[in-house]
């Protein structure tokens, strides 16, 4: 998942396994009217974006953009259910009969097709289309930016380079495709898809949720550009998809609702208008002028006020037609461990930050989120547990804990409190206008505070990632964001802190405490039970915050608003993102 | 005559090439690292990135990367393998992943946009500024003339972006005057009266920012005019006050304005970009702010290229026309 979160981003999808439902906890959930519409109608997406970021299914990889694509266009085998609160973490069959048998210690999973699902052109959908279609995953020449659980996951072995010896089905030269075979088999029917992993992957049901597990033709199958025209596998096809312009999806007449328990097909038609300038995109539904139009993007702040009470409950007049709740997303300041590798001293940037005032710039606790205490978010459910030993956290900093701090690193680690003290360290952050303001609060409060001097280095947004992730460009410090990618923290905890993770900004491997982290990370993936396993992954949560790997920011939330001729809008918690496919047009 | 545009031809396509290579040669020095933006951005695998280093050529010397797209502009180029394989035909200005098409035909698809954009513009501007400079001069210190500084002075602080979105908001979402354009952009022959719709605001917009400018410049140089001595002689051989101003003052005080309003409009066809983003145009301004966001060098290369084309068309146009419009530019010549 990508998507900018107060200057830092992060992709993964999120989903919460749910003990502590979302409504409860912002208690401004839309519940579903009476519904007045049914189906018919045209319903209209408004987005700043000029396009959607993709549209082929092995590409996307935003919350958002899954539950969107997922709800109209792209099957998989199994997927979440179409339920509000904690009920919509529930993997249920898609594609599949089943939602996936393994064997072999969950290294073998199993899924088996259901009877007349069918591509937009009504020829059949086989598992020679799934596995096809996984396989498009390994060409990352081509099909870039989606997950590579595929790459990392299926018992293919890796090249001299570290790269898979398996590169997709369009290279034609030193291709191991024989490796991709052995790894995905097809039963003799064509029905039944086996997955041989190298590792035990006890919740590969939840990873094939996503689209990158989705069948496609490979008859149909353009490369690059299957992004503009991706053969739909649901409810709806493209009509027209212009970038810059609009896309319009009309009802898939190969489509049945007797192979697809998941789905809803309410609208006859669905519009997405790209490119709407944001003042004007607000506006449009502020005034009601399109009432039968949803913002894809977050309200502007400037907007804010019309809807919402100061509290950030929607007013009287919106209590229908917005909603203002936690995202997925975790933000942070990544610690360069192997730069700062003093825990004394990461505490004290901990201690002297002023929170409240970085709260305010992203909107403040009633828009912006509440103060995070780790990686892992509340609404994870049974792998969250509050951390402690934080208990002297205040949100306008604590001067005399920083200090204290401060004062034992001078014995403990002199060299590093010298650097701190008088060259500074190194702040990477993308370059946007929120970010140079956070900068002057944490130059001002760790400056005051704890004697620490900061310096910025502002990165083109575009270009964030490909600097910090280059360790010989990185900083001592780095802002970041992360959403689960489903689930289960294993997609939080290995991720960010294991150095084979997909997003190790913290760089902690030469940690004196990284070896006993890393057994029990390890063992823990591998863990069967799923109570035991969350309550692994909150403890090791707590191991990252005593070592202050990461210096958390916002459990953060997001606003929504669409027009008044909308309804059945609820907020979809295993995707981050509305239940698009729920939402009707009213007659 | 011919000599002078031959010559002046050649030094453009070296300075075309010229710039070309530049370009390249900002992007190889930048510290950025291409195939790493390939594998997505935030991809962390270094397996991915060294593949897709060797797989897009991104591992060979600079010089030769500027060479194979010297090559595609007079053969074409094919991109990937297998069922991914694309070919772009001559003139290729190579794939952009980024817009899923061959650089040229992204090109051909946003420059109707912005010569709509900036052909209409340009007469709005040119009646607009003409008209008013003239009146504003020939009504010197009265309230015409306290009119047209008024205007000026409105024209020239309010920013385009600004401008355009007090129009969208005003005028299509809130007073509702004017329909949201149905798709973002129709072409004129498709549907005239949507293309109307469409373009009428950027017009304004863009319209009011440069006329602003021109009412100044030809309310000066009119009065400038005015007061040289083959005007006194016109009006001492007994010539009409009309005729003083159509024959003689306009003729001379508009020459230089061609110059102004050929490097203006070569400007905009380079892209309007800040009215492009604001109307959701699909011209050449988007396309251009796009790319750079996205480091798309293909599209980079190939924008700067066309807007260098342009300038260099454009100046050699304005010589050429001048020597049409001012005698005294033929008599030199």
């Known amino acids: ?587 | 005559m011919i000599n002078y545009l031959a010559r002046r031809i050649a030094i453009s396509i070296a300075i075309l090439f010229a710039v070309s290579f530049a370009v390249y040669l900002i992007f190889a020095i930048l510290p950025f690292d291409p195939a790493a933006l390939t594998c997505g951005k935030s991809c962390n695998d270094p397996g991915i990135i060294e593949a897709n280093r060797k797989r897009l050529g991104y591992d060979l010397p600079i010089w030769t990367q500027y060479l194979v797209f010297l090559k595609g502009l007079f053969l074409g180029r094919t991109f990937g393998e297998g069922a991914a394989t694309i070919f772009c035909p001559a003139p290729s200005f190579g794939y952009s992943f980024q817009e899923h098409a061959c650089v040229t035909n992204a090109i051909l698809e946003a420059l109707p946009v912005t010569l709509s954009l900036a052909i209409g513009a340009l007469a709005l501007w040119l009646i607009l500024g003409v008209g008013l400079g003239i009146v504003a001069a020939r009504y010197r210190g009265r309230a015409a003339d306290t009119g047209s500084t008024i205007f000026v002075l409105i024209g020239t602080s309010l920013p385009t972006f600004l401008t355009g979105l007090l129009l969208l908001v005003f005028v299509v979402v809130k007073w509702r005057i004017l329909p949201y354009p149905s798709g973002n952009y129709t072409p004129l022959f498709e549907n005239p009266l949507e293309w109307l719709n469409t373009m009428i605001l950027p017009w304004i917009t863009l319209a009011l920012a440069y006329a602003a400018l021109y009412t100044r410049f030809v309310r000066n140089a009119v009065i400038e005019t005015l007061s040289e001595d083959f005007i006194r002689t016109a009006r001492a051989k007994g010539l009409s006050e009309k005729v003083v101003l159509r024959k003689h003052t306009l003729r001379a005080a508009l020459a230089p304005l061609t110059t102004m309003a050929g490097l203006d409009f070569a400007g905009l066809l380079g892209g309007a970009i800040l009215t492009e983003a604001v109307f959701n145009l699909p011209g050449l301004g988007r396309l251009s702010l796009g790319a750079v966001v996205d480091f798309d060098l293909p599209i980079i290369v190939a924008t700067t290229i066309l807007a260098a084309t342009i300038v260099i068309f454009m100046n050699l146009l304005v010589d050429v026309l001048y020597a049409f419009i001012d005698p005294r530019v033929r008599v030199a010549a």
């Open chain 1, 1 to 587: 998942m990508f998507k900018i979160k107060a200057g830092s981003s992060r992709r993964g999808r999120r989903a919460f396994s749910g003990v502590v439902a979302l409504s409860l906890l912002t208690g401004v959930l839309v519940s579903c009217s009476s519904s007045s519409g049914g189906a018919g109608g045209t319903l209209t997406f408004l987005t700043n974006a000029e396009s959607w970021t993709h549209a082929d299914p092995n590409r996307n990889y935003t919350g958002q953009h899954i539950a969107w694509f997922g709800s109209f266009m792209h099957r998989t085998l199994t997927a979440y259910a179409r339920a509000e609160g904690a009920a919509g973490s529930e993997v249920v069959p898609d594609l599949a009969t089943d939602t996936g048998r393994s064997s072999n210690g969950n290294k073998t999973w199993e899924f088996t097709l259901r009877d007349g699902v069918k591509f937009e052109d009504g020829s059949d959908i086989t598992c020679e289309d799934v596995k096809y279609g996984v396989s498009r995953t390994f060409a990352t020449d081509v099909i870039t930016d989606g997950p590579t659980y595929a790459i990392s996951m299926l018992d293919i072995p890796s090249a001299a380079d570290g790269s898979s010896v398996y590169k997709g089905p369009y290279a034609t030269d030193g291709n191991d495709t024989a490796a991709y075979d052995k790894a995905v088999t097809c039963s003799e029917d064509n029905k039944t898809i086996t997955f041989n992993l190298k590792r035990a992957v006890g919740d590969f049901n939840y990873t094939v949720t996503y689209l990158s597990f989705s069948p496609v033709p490979k008859a149909k199958d353009t490369g690059d550009q299957y992004d503009l025209a991706p053969v739909s596998s649901g409810p709806y096809k493209i009509e027209k998809y212009k970038a810059k312009d609009e896309m319009v999806l009309v009802r898939n007449e190969s489509w049945s609702k007797d192979s697809d328990p998941i789905r809803n097909a309410y609208p006859d038609k669905i519009v997405v208008r790209f490119g709407v300038a944001e003042e004007v995109r607000d506006q449009l539904i502020l005034n009601d002028s399109e009432p039968a139009a949803f913002s894809l993007d977050a309200v502007l702040p400037t907007n804010l006020a019309t809807v919402f009470n100061e509290d950030g409950t929607p007013k009287e007049e919106w209590k229908s037609r917005a909603l203002n709740v936690y995202d997925p997303y975790v933000t942070y300041t990544a610690v360069n461990v192997g730069k700062v590798p003093c825990v004394q001293i990461r505490k004290a940037l901990y201690y002297a930050r002023d929170f409240a005032a970085l709260l305010q710039l992203v909107g403040g606790p009633a828009f912006g989120g509440d103060p995070a205490d780790g990686v892992i978010k509340p609404l994870m459910g049974l792998d969250y547990k509050p951390v402690t030993g934080l208990e002297d956290f205040k949100p306008e900093g604590n001067p005399e804990k920083a200090k204290a701090l401060m004062e034992e690193a001078k014995t403990t680690c002199p060299d590093i409190y010298a650097r701190a003290t008088g060259e500074g360290f190194t702040f990477d952050t993308s370059d946007t206008d929120t970010n140079k303001k956070g900068a002057t609060i944490w130059i001002d409060s760790l400056k005051k505070n704890a004697g620490i001097n900061l310096k910025f280095n502002f990165i083109e947004p575009g270009q964030y990632y490909a600097v910090v992730f280059d360790t010989t460009k990185q900083g001592d410090m780095s802002r970041a964001g992360w959403a689960p990618d489903w689930a289960n923290a294993s997609t939080v905890i290995p991720e960010l802190f294991l150095d084979e993770g997909g997003f190790p900004l913290s760089r902690v491997g030469k940690d004196p405490a990284y070896a006993e982290f890393k057994s029990r990370a390890q063992a823990n993936l591998a863990e069967p039970d799923r109570a035991k396993q969350g309550a692994e992954w909150a403890a090791l949560n707590q191991y990252v915050m005593d070592q202050m790997w990461v210096i958390p920011g916002v459990f953060s939330k997001t606003q929504e608003i669409w027009g008044s001729k909308l309804e059945g809008v609820f907020f979809w918690e295993p995707q981050g993102a509305p239940s698009f496919g729920d939402i009707k047009v009213k007659s």
